[in-house]
């Protein structure tokens, strides 16, 4: 594994204990990616397309709320 790998992964497992997404079992580390994904939409940028998205997929409406 090349060392930006080794650095994404460790900052992708820091933020997966910030967000309280772990659970260490035995020798191995779970995380529950729905309190992960809830942690990163903190983060996110709202897309150009937002308002067309609503628009045009109604059914789509609750990804952007």
Not at 38 to 54: C, F, N, S, V
């Amino acid at each position: 594994s090349s060392a930006a790998s080794d650095v994404y992964k460790r900052q992708i497992q820091e933020h997966t204990k910030m967000a309280g997404a772990t659970y260490k079992m035995g020798n191995k580390v779970l995380v529950n990616t729905d309190i992960f994904e809830a942690y990163l939409e903190q983060y996110r940028i709202p897309g150009d397309y937002e308002g067309m998205a609503k628009k045009f997929t109604p059914d789509l409406v609750e990804l952007y709320r």
